[in-house]
T-cell receptor, first 114, second 106 residues
Framework: DGGITQSPKYLFRKEGQNVTLSCEQN?????MYWYRQDPGQGLRLIYYSQIVNDFQKGDIAEGYSVSREKKESFPLTVTSAQKNPTAFYLC?????????????FGSGTQLSVL | QKEVEQNSGPLSVPEGAIASLNCTYSDRGSQSFFWYRQYSGKSPELIMFIYSNGDKEDGRFTAQLNKASQYVSLLIRDSQPSDSATYLC??????FGKGTRLSVIA
C-alpha cells in the first residue's frame, strides 16, 4: 500500500536534547511538508520541500531543521533551541508541490517534553 | 502574512440538520481552497476542494466559494454523529485556519 509513514508515534525529549522525527513516503511525490499542531489549533507550516536537496522555511521554522537527501524521506529535527516543542507533528506530501494540489498526511508524531 | 480565519466553535447541530462552516482568507490572489476533516488524535483527510466561484457538490458535502467576498464555506447536509470532528480550511497547502469543531447531537 502506498502512503506516508511517520515514526515514532510518541516521542519524549529531555531538556537540551535534539530529537529527530522520521517521515517516509512511497507515493513517488515530489513535495513534502512538516506541520505543527497545538491543542485546539490548526496546522502551522514548519518547512517544505519541492525537490530533493532543496527546502523552504515555513511560518515557524525557528528551532527546527530538515534535510531532503532522498525523494522519499524528509526527516525533521527539533533542536534544543525550540523551547516549547510539545505538539503533534504532521508530515504530508503532494504530487508536484503545486498550490492547487491536495495533501496526503502521515499519522503524526506526538512530541512531549520530560 | 497570508491568513485564514475560522470560527473555532464548537458548532453543535442536531442529527439530520445542515451544518454550515465558514472560512475567510486575506490573500485576494488565492486560487485553491481545501476542506479537511480531522478526528481527535488523527491526521487530517481531504473532503472537498474548490477552485472556481460558485458551488461544488459531492454527496452530502457542498463547498461554496465567493472570491469577491473572500470566503469559502462547507455545508454538510443530513449531518450524522460520525461527522463530529474538526474541519480545517486551507488556502493552498501552505496556510491553514485553526479549524472549527463540529458536534452532531443524536
Amino acid at each position: 500500500d502506498g502512503g506516508i509513514t511517520q515514526s515514532p508515534k510518541y516521542l519524549f525529549r529531555k531538556e537540551g536534547q535534539n530529537v529527530t522525527l522520521s517521515c517516509e513516503q512511497n507515493l513517488n511525490h515530489d513535495a513534502m511538508y512538516w506541520y505543527r499542531q497545538d491543542p485546539g489549533q490548526g496546522l502551522r507550516l514548519i518547512y517544505y520541500s519541492q525537490i530533493v536537496n532543496d527546502f523552504q522555511k515555513g511560518d515557524i521554522a525557528e528551532g527546527y531543521s530538515v534535510s531532503r537527501e532522498k525523494k522519499e524521506s524528509f526527516p525533521l529535527t527539533v533542536t534544543s533551541a525550540q523551547k516549547n516543542p510539545t505538539a503533534f507533528y504532521l508530515c504530508a506530501s503532494s504530487r508536484y508541490g503545486q498550490l492547487n494540489e491536495k495533501l496526503f498526511f502521515g499519522s503524526g508524531t506526538q512530541l512531549s517534553v520530560l | 502574512q497570508k491568513e485564514v480565519e475560522q470560527n473555532s466553535g464548537p458548532l453543535s447541530v442536531p442529527e439530520g440538520a445542515i451544518a454550515s462552516l465558514n472560512c475567510t482568507y486575506s490573500d485576494r490572489g488565492s486560487q485553491s481552497f481545501f476542506w479537511y476533516r480531522q478526528y481527535s488524535g488523527k491526521s487530517p483527510e481531504l473532503i472537498m476542494f474548490i477552485y472556481s466561484n460558485g458551488d461544488k457538490e459531492d454527496g452530502r458535502f457542498t463547498a461554496q466559494l465567493n472570491k469577491a467576498s473572500q470566503y469559502v464555506s462547507l455545508l454538510i447536509r443530513d449531518s450524522q454523529p460520525s461527522d463530529s470532528a474538526t474541519y480545517l480550511c486551507a488556502v493552498t497547502p501552505l496556510v491553514f485556519g485553526k479549524g472549527t469543531r463540529l458536534s452532531v447531537i443524536a
